[in-house]
């Protein structure tokens, strides 16, 4: 008997790259889920998506998903979704990226997009560490934790993810986690249909590397971790710093609405054509 095809998964390239990559308990799996899901929801064809990513273990998400897709180079990934963006205004743009990729190596990309208010939709998941390329610590890696890189602990202080997307001009800036896949899927949703700069940083668990190192014990704990110590923003902004701890909050941070950049540009570029009765 012939299984019915659920309707998401007309979004999945079938029989070419499956099974993924991904290590046991990665969350990488999840938010593609979420992904697809929410683009599902919105009605989007195939063609009408196009999703672009860099290198690292989430930048291999667009070989398993049948849309328009890039795989660039490392922290270039937002270089080629604005050329996309900008060739193409009409299409839905998505980024996937990790801490490393986006904060990192691609971080000056990140600020730039955010300023211009590109209407991109970024997904940074972040796992706290580089996992495909050996395990060197990223600029989200928590002070004290271990890396390859870092044997003696991180003395690093870490990146907001957010906070910098926000203070460079990002007008959709959200975080969640792996853990909350129903609210990961709406915030991603909400994302894509804000005309601007959107950001959505999926806090994730990588037991395999970062978690073994750290001791952070395998992938169904590192999961209760992300449901204990992440609070609904507006709870979290009633805690002490007492007990902040090592909370952090999640839900949509920035919402706002400001010009977006390829409507700007083609605003300017029309201005610049010949009038009738010009010389």
Known sequence: MKIPQKRVHKFLRHGKKFPHVWCPGCSNGIVLGAIIRAVDELGYEKDDMAMVSGIGCSSRMPVYV???TLHTLHGRALAYATGVKMVKPEMNVCVVTGDGDSTAIGGNHLIHAARRNIDLTVIVINNNIYGMTGGQYSPTTPTGDFATTTPYGNIDPVFDIC??????????VARTTAYHVVEAQSIIKQAFEHKGFSIVEIVSACPVIYGKLNKKGD???????????????KAFEKLTPEQV???YSRGILVNIKKPEY?????KLMDSLQPQKGDK
């Open 262 to 266: 390829t409507a700007e540009y083609t």
């Open 219 to 233: 992938a169904p704990a590192m999961m209760r971790d992300m449901k204990e110590r992440a609070i609904p923003v």
């Open 163 to 172: 906070k910098l997307a926000e203070g460079a001009g990002a007008t959709f």
């Open 66 to 68: 049948d849309f328009n």
């Open 245 to 247: 701890g090592n909370k």
